[in-house]
């Protein structure tokens, strides 16, 4: 197989400074989930924004706010349980010129050497 992270971090696409992932993890408490402090990850990898058919793969495509696709050799994170191995935690938050993008959706091409994750602008949530 092609490994294709390779590309993915290559200097002629990747962000040079890389882009930051906020995760938050917690456990569930009485009913409830209760956040751990949020860690700050540095990742390096390649934004691009969403295009039509990145549009057709996800039902937060026709949002107005903005889609765009992340692009990383580690792994990005929607909500889970705590039986995942990353343990309970909600959806990654990326941080990317100024903005700040939550994860909808994540193509876990890990074979391949890769994920892409969609993030939806939080900008007005």
């Known amino acids: 197989m092609i490994n294709v992270g390779r590309i993915v971090n290559s200097r002629n696409f990747a962000q040079p400074k ?3 992932v906020n ?3 917690g456990k569930w408490v ?3 989930f209760v956040t751990d402090p949020e860690d700050k990850i540095i990742i390096q ?3 691009t924004v969403a295009n039509a058919e990145d549009l057709q793969q996800v039902p937060e495509g026709d949002r107005v706010t903005g889609l765009m ?3 990383s050799q580690q792994p990005i994170y929607i909500t889970r349980d705590e039986g995942e191995i990353s343990g309970a935690g909600i959806s990654d938050e990326i941080e990317w010129k100024g903005e700040r993008y939550r994860v909808s959706t994540v193509a876990p091409w890990s074979d391949f ?3 892409k994750a969609f993030g939806v602008r939080m900008a007005g949530d």
């Open 30 to 32: 009485r009913g409830r």
């Open 69 to 71: 696709c992340f692009y």
């Open 113 to 115: 050497g890769y994920y």
């Open 45 to 47: 990898g390649t934004v």
């Open 18 to 20: 890389g882009f930051v």
């Open 23 to 25: 995760r938050i993890t």
